[in-house]
């Protein structure tokens, strides 16, 4: 069965600091995509990131970083020098290619509050 | 402005009053889907629709009714809604093919049954 768990429920810093939000998922698919949303404190939900299973290359942008292990299952968010706009709640999600649908698995969510 | 709609943005009702929460979406896509978010749960799907007049349910889908007549609406109807119900409700579109894509989501409804 495909799930996605986030076992940091919250997480504080002081801003400036870096922090990295964990992400580790379970599917038998050997296709499937890996997302992080982020949902500020008014509630949409931004995309950040898609990743597929068979590109293990880490990505930069900007102060974000994602780095891709499939030997762990684990696809961790890392926000360098954190800012106080940064913090929001962190969704990881799994979506499995094998059905041909775009459901989204969320895993529970990750609070990041960066205090200035 | 590409984007989806959701109205209303925020609803108290009573219980057993059927209520509709629209959505829209002005980007001509194919996959439409409806979550609710609960604290500690994340968001699960509701419904998802492929396309016009096709529907499926998603992982909660009891208490909940969707239609797709038109490709840009797929609106949610909770027929007799009860207090387990009171949740965040998000409305998603994406564009289908070549795997899962980004999904677009809506503002979200919170909706309150009392």
């Known amino acids: 069965a495909q799930k996605v768990t986030q076992a940091q429920t919250e997480i504080s810093v002081v801003e400036k600091e870096d922090v990295t939000l964990d992400c580790v998922y379970e599917?038998?698919?050997?296709?499937?995509?890996l997302f992080w949303y982020k949902q500020p404190p008014s509630g949409e939900l931004v995309f950040l990131i898609r990743r597929n299973s068979f590109d293990e290359q880490n990505e930069i942008s900007g102060r974000y970083s994602w780095n891709f292990q499939k030997s762990t299952s684990s696809f961790n968010f890392t926000i360098t020098a954190s800012q106080v706009v940064d913090s929001a709640v962190y969704f990881c999600a799994l979506s499995e290619g094998s059905y041909n649908t775009d459901k989204l698995i969320f895993g529970t969510g990750t609070r990041l509050q960066v205090f200035p | 402005e590409a984007q989806v709609t959701q109205n209303p943005r925020y609803l108290i009702t009573v219980t057993g009053k059927k209520l509709t929460v629209t959505c829209s979406q002005n980007?001509?896509?194919?996959?439409m889907s409806w979550y609710r978010q609960d604290p500690g749960l994340g968001l699960r799907q509701i419904y998802y629709?492929?396309?016009?007049?096709?529907?499926d349910k998603g992982d909660v889908p009891e208490g909940y009714k969707v239609s797709r007549k038109e490709k840009r609406n797929f609106p949610l109807i909770l027929e007799s809604p009860s207090p387990n119900q009171t949740s965040l409700y998000f409305c998603a579109s994406s564009q289908n093919g070549g795997g899962p894509n980004e999904q677009f989501f809506g503002p979200g409804t919170r909706l309150t049954v009392l």
């Open positions: 980007m001509n896509h194919e996959y």
């Open positions: 599917t038998r698919d050997t296709t499937y995509y």
């Open positions: 629709s492929m396309n016009v007049e096709v529907t």
